[in-house]
């Protein structure tokens, strides 16, 4: 054998052997790696682009799943393909780490985007435990709890996108499909020699009806941001007006977080001053929906948020920016009020709050401009 291909041949050795024994740790960086291209690739939620490349994510994942059981299971023959195997679990992390960056990418930026941080947080932990977990059956549960999670992040939004609608109903649907898909995914892993793998495929379907149970819990609870709605901004102004396309949003100038400050955190009140609460809610492009701002108050003799009125307007999607909108009151009570802003099924999009005070001397309230 000529040197120049012994030299190839022993570099390929050691590729190999360096592969092996790193392998775990080269999974996590694959999945980082995905992650961190979806992050700086995707754009708009409704990019149908970005969104048919999520879908793709989400079956070869599921058909790369299959094919690492089988080969770990020597279910299938094929020598080629069964000395790939950690070759394809690598794969499998690449596409979930795509599918959480979208995650992260829309979610962070929806109302909720501290919940969705944490979120990802705990999915990052996961797949920590993943790489150093030696037991099959505890790598087993985890690698299908986080398809399952993956799953059901892209679907959730996918259908409201494609359908214009955004309602409990397609929520319930994305969350149907991604089930069903998911169990699929299972059966096909596992199911494939009779009734000795019974057991492990009712406990596998059974951990995820359990996890998409409690994620429909938290959607119900308001824990997971409406998407494909995010709130892009909102705050509490002394006067909201429109000039050619921008809206002018005054408010008053704190003197200690000026530099930040883009809003009324307190509103220093005056008899026939109004109170504007401006919103920028992002929707997809046609997708039409009403948006209410329920105003509440804070009860000190209770200890509770008491409703006082609920106003609304309509939002059309496609502005990058969101579709802005503003509801006021001129009659207030002093002390705390939060206005939530959601649609008309009482979704929770988000929320601001701020401190109503009675002051005598308008003239000490320096104001500021800013537009949006």
């Known amino acids: 054998m000529p040197d120049s291909m012994n030299k190839i041949v022993t570099r390929a050795k050691k590729l190999h052997s360096f592969y092996d024994r790193y392998s775990r740790f080269i999974s996590a960086v694959s999945f980082l790696t995905g992650f961190t291209i979806d992050f700086m690739a995707t754009r708009r939620i409704d990019a149908m682009a970005d969104n048919l490349k999520l879908l793709s994510y989400v079956v070869l994942a599921g058909i790369l799943i299959v094919v690492y059981h089988l080969c770990d299971n020597r279910r299938i023959r094929a020598q080629w393909l069964v000395k790939k195997t950690e070759l394809v679990k690598t794969g499998v992390d690449f596409f979930i780490g795509g599918l959480f960056s979208s995650h992260v990418i829309f979610y962070f930026k929806s109302s909720a985007g501290f919940k969705s941080a944490l979120f990802i947080a705990i999915l990052f932990v996961l797949l920590i435990i993943n790489q150093f977990f030696r037991k099959q059956s505890s790598r087993l549960y985890l690698r299908f709890g986080m398809f399952a999670l993956a799953s059901f992040s892209f679907f959730v939004f996918f259908l409201p996108v494609l359908t214009n609608e955004m309602n409990r109903k397609n929520f319930l649907a994305g969350v149907v499909i991604s089930a069903a898909y998911t169990l699929l995914i299972i059966a096909a892993s596992i199911l494939t020699r009779g009734k000795e793998d019974d057991k492990p495929f009712f406990r596998l379907s059974g951990m995820v009806t359990v996890v998409y149970a409690l994620l429909v819990i938290f959607y119900f609870l308001n824990w997971i941001p409406p998407l494909p709605l995010a709130l892009k901004h909102a705050g509490i102004y002394h006067h909201v007006g429109k000039s050619d396309y921008f809206y002018n949003l005054t408010y008053e100038q704190s003197s200690v977080w000026h530099v930040w400050q883009t809003s009324d955190a307190v509103y220093h009140y005056q008899p026939g001053d109004t109170v504007f609460c401006f919103a ?46 503003f509801t006021y009151k001129t009659s207030m009570t002093e002390g705390r009020w939060k206005i939530d802003i959601i649609t008309e099924e009482e979704i929770l999009i988000g929320s601001v709050e701020f401190l109503l005070k009675r002051v005598r001397d308008a003239g000490q309230r320096k104001m500021i401009t800013i537009q949006r």
């Open 280 to 325: 920028a809610v992002f929707a997809p492009t046609a997708m039409k929906k009403r948006i209410f701002h329920r105003w509440k108050h804070y009860d000190e003799a209770s200890g509770e948020w008491m409703f006082m009125e609920k106003l609304s307007y309509d939002l059309i999607g496609g502005r990058d920016g969101g579709y802005r909108g």
